[in-house]
């Protein structure tokens, strides 16, 4: 157990439907992150929060957002869902945002975009 | 595009064997993570090398990073079922806080 909650783990959805993935870092850990897992692109990046402000942003579509909370838990808001949207997210949090520190990820949340 | 390139992509080995990953950068790195991801799991931090030229071992495993910090390797030695899952290097630009991760090594062991 990484320390890492990741909720929903599964979802179901629709194309053209709207979605919220959550997350709660470790106990202590400033920064998170958001990853995207395909079969074929394997983890692509897509953004990071430190402390409440976003601090590096990756591969992230238009259609997607994120915010970071006071009490430091994320939300990835996934709109106007694809086929191709479905994957599985990851996130993931560590003590401080800059290089060096290990990142310690959740289990993920697998979305089905039918 | 991915900040590093990992090959092979795909690592068959036989049990016992060693094998190794290699990890490669056009650019110098500030450090190297290197991550085991389960089949069906999450990846899972394995080791951090940040000095140019440094080694760092784990049990059957070896950890190298290159001496002009532009490339690494997982050193794999007797292969055990255990080791099946996909390896992932990463790592981070000097310019940002983006942590890239390359494509990973699939590897399969047969018994």
Known sequence: ?114 | GQQVMQIPQYQHVQEGEDFTTYCNSSTTLSNIQWYKQRPGGHPVFLIQLVKSGEVKKQKRLTFQFGEAKKNSSLHITATQTTDVGTYFCASIRSNDYKLSFGAGTTVTVRA
Do not use: M
């Open chain 1, 1 to 114: 157990d990484s320390g890492v909650t990741q909720t929903p783990k599964h979802l179901i959805t629709a194309t053209g439907q709207r979605v919220t993935l959550r997350c709660s870092p470790r106990s202590g850990d400033l920064s998170v992150y958001w990853y995207q897992q395909s079969l074929d692109q394997g983890l692509q990046f897509l953004i990071q929060y430190y402390n409440g402000e976003e601090r590096a942003k990756g591969n992230i579509l238009e259609r997607f957002s994120a915010q970071q909370f006071p009490d430091l838990h994320s939300e990835l808001n996934l709109s106007s869902l694809e086929l191709g949207d479905s994957a599985l997210y990851f996130c993931a949090s560590s003590v401080e945002g800059a290089g060096g520190n290990t990142i310690y990820f959740g289990e993920g949340s697998w979305l089905t975009v039918v």
